[in-house]
């Protein structure tokens, strides 16, 4: 009995599982070890028997795990939480209540119905997907369902929508009852409810399943090897931490480039036209968060979830509303340019040149921390090399201001 009982007090204080996580400060420094405590409030990275203490507010992001995030086979349907989460569904289930989100055969998550902001039953075309998009921007004074039209074309409908399953989609129009089949819909947009209860998230948080979660009110169960946390809407979820991918902080200290809107955003082709040149200015514009080539931001062996995707010649400008002390980033051609790409990257606060030089290679990698105190109008400027614009794609990795 003596024994069974020192093994069980051995078993209980045995702590598996605990991942090894590369975190990274937005002072630029980087820390390595397992994760063995995370809040709202604090980490705690343990590393050759020494813990130590982080703030939320000084991290970055946390990564556990190099494997890329990749999306179920036959996960087609997209839901958006009113928090701003986002995540790949099998199928989805919803009454006025609840609603079950199936990611696979073996996991699935409840939530309140009123946490949906949309369900996107099917992949669209990039003009029927921008047409979506705009409706779900939109005001609107009740549910909505959006029609897909044999053409292509996107329609939408106000009303209530009061029950969503595998085969159709119960609308309420005017007091008609009608069952709305999944093939002719692409998707429904639930109005928020004024009763909706949001909480202040800590992070964004990315499974392997491509699953994008804001959360908040951690709780690491180490003997489970599982992270319990809240949606910003109170929803629980619990993940088994080999299923993590990264955690991504939004500090109050820091703003990333491509959360900002610029005042002015400009691409000039070496040659043609300028009605060619308008065509290709929708095209080729700046793009945020991921590369212009559609994959993560890569810059030698490390993928950013933030940052830009710039060809040349272009120009960005912000106008800067904060006291900002510090620009930093990665900056590095894409690996796809294949030694082609051949680009001058200026960078001007108020005019003044912070950062000029030539980038060749993709091997040429730029990590810059620029001063910027008291600027008030931020200038990036991608620029044609010798090679004129053929190869030219810039990736800017985790580019933000800090204050």
């Given at each position: ?7 069980t007090?051995?078993m ?43 703030a ?9 795990s ?9 996960n ?14 099998k ?27 949309s369900?996107q ?10 047409d979506?998009?705009?409706i ?5 004074t ?27 989609v ?25 009763s909706l ?19 908040c009110?951690f ?6 090897a ?13 993940l ?32 043609t ?8 200015n ?16 890569a810059?030698?062996?490390q ?12 120009v ?9 002390t ?34 060749t ?5 730029r ?19 010798k090679?004129l ?15």
């Amino acid at each position: 009995m003596q024994i069974w009982h020192a093994l069980t007090l051995l078993m209980s204080n045995v702590v598996i599982g605990l991942p090894i996580a590369d975190v990274a400060l937005i002072d630029g420094s980087q820390l390595n070890g397992e994760l063995t405590s995370m809040s709202d409030e604090e980490v705690k990275i343990t590393a050759n028997g020494q813990v130590q203490t982080v703030a939320s507010e000084q991290l970055q992001a946390i990564i556990l795990s190099k494997k890329q995030a990749t999306i179920p086979e036959g996960n087609n349907i997209t839901v958006k939480l009113h928090d701003g989460s986002k995540l790949r569904a099998k199928s989805v289930l919803a009454t006025a209540t609840t609603a079950r989100i199936t990611i696979d055969e073996e996991l699935s998550y409840r939530f309140q119905s009123d946490s949906i902001a949309s369900i996107q039953f099917k992949p669209l075309t990039k003009q029927a997907q921008e047409d979506y998009d705009r409706i779900l921007e939109g005001e609107s004074t009740g549910d909505v369902i959006i029609v897909l039209r044999p053409s292509g074309a996107i329609d939408e409908l106000e009303g209530i929508v009061e029950r969503v399953d595998n085969e159709a989609v119960t609308f309420n129009f005017d007091g008609d009852r009608i069952p709305v089949e999944l093939s002719k819909l692409a998707g429904v947009k639930l109005l928020q409810s004024g009763s909706l209860e949001r909480s202040k998230t800590t992070c964004e948080l990315t499974d392997l399943r491509g699953n994008r979660w804001r959360a908040c009110r951690f709780n690491l169960n180490a003997p489970e090897a599982a992270l319990e946390f809240e949606t910003g809407l109170g929803d629980k979820i619990s993940l088994q931490l080999d299923q993590i991918q990264k955690f991504q902080f939004a500090s109050r200290n820091l703003v990333y480039l491509s959360d900002l809107s610029p005042e002015n955003a400009e691409w000039t082709p070496y040659l043609t036209g300028r009605l060619v040149r308008n065509r290709l200015n929708q095209l080729y514009a700046p793009v945020k968060d991921r590369s212009a080539n559609g994959g993560p931001i890569a810059i030698g062996e490390q993928e950013f979830t933030k940052g830009l995707s710039l060809r040349s010649k272009t120009v960005l400008t912000y106008r800067l509303t904060e006291e900002f002390t510090s620009l930093q980033l990665t900056a590095g051609l894409a690996a796809e340019t294949k030694g082609r790409g051949h680009i001058d990257l200026i960078i001007l606060g108020d005019n003044k040149q912070l950062f000029r030089d030539s980038i060749t290679d993709p091997a040429d990698i730029r990590q810059l921390e620029l001063d910027v105190t008291g600027v008030r109008r931020l200038s990036i400027t991608v620029d044609y090399g010798k090679n004129l614009d053929f190869g030219d794609l810039l990736h800017l990795g985790d580019a933000k201001l800090i204050k």
